[in-house]
């Protein structure tokens, strides 16, 4: 990660070594949540964290598609803190047995935002899960809209918006996180 800097203010890097520290980012994300180590993934976040997924609409040929208000899930730090507790004790029944899960991260483009300490992340997400000793697993694909804050000299989630390429999900449940 970057070197702490004065205040907490991060003048940004170069663009290949920007490149490197985002990805980074995103693969050490994704080994924690495949790993089950939840409680270092919060530490990832922002306070003011907003995660969310709204539900994709389909339109006719000729209107793109959108999301609607509605999302699977919209979530805040507490919320989020909430769900990682609660996967640590024996009621949740969702995760009982735990899923096993593979974060695919790629495609990465980074784009510069009006704060100086801020950058936009998209990237393309697929998540396999499985679950006990079943035969059948679950594929999640879809783009992450990510908004990374440099935060006393470290990258941290602040922001995102994961719009998944289906628009009925196959699966049991959400109770992970992508």
């Known amino acids: 990660m970057m070197a702490e800097r004065a205040e907490g203010i991060c003048p940004m890097p170069n663009r290949a070594e920007l490149d490197r520290e985002i990805q980074n980012f995103l693969y050490h994300e994704a080994e924690l949540l495949d790993s089950r180590k939840f409680e270092q993934w919060l530490e990832l976040l922002t306070d003011d964290i907003t995660y969310e997924m709204p539900v994709r609409v389909t339109r006719e040929r000729d209107h793109a598609d959108t999301h609607s208000e509605m999302a699977h899930f919209s979530e805040d730090r507490r919320t989020l803190e ?72 470290r990258w941290k989630l602040a922001k995102r918006t994961i719009m998944v390429d289906q628009t009925v999900l196959d699966t049991q449940n959400l109770a992970i996180f992508l």
């Not at 790629?106 to 000793?133: C, F, H, W």
């Not at 079943?134 to 990374?148: H, K, M, P, V, Y």
């Open 82 to 153: 909430l769900r990682v507790k609660r996967l640590a004790t024996g009621y949740a029944w969702a995760e009982n047995p735990p899923s096993r899960t593979r974060h695919f991260v790629s495609n990465i483009r980074i784009e510069q935002t009006a704060k100086s300490n801020e950058v936009m992340v998209r990237s393309n997400l697929l998540v396999y899960r499985s679950r006990g000793s079943s035969t059948q697993a679950d594929l999640i694909s879809g783009e992450r809209i990510d908004f990374l804050r440099s935060v006393e000299g």
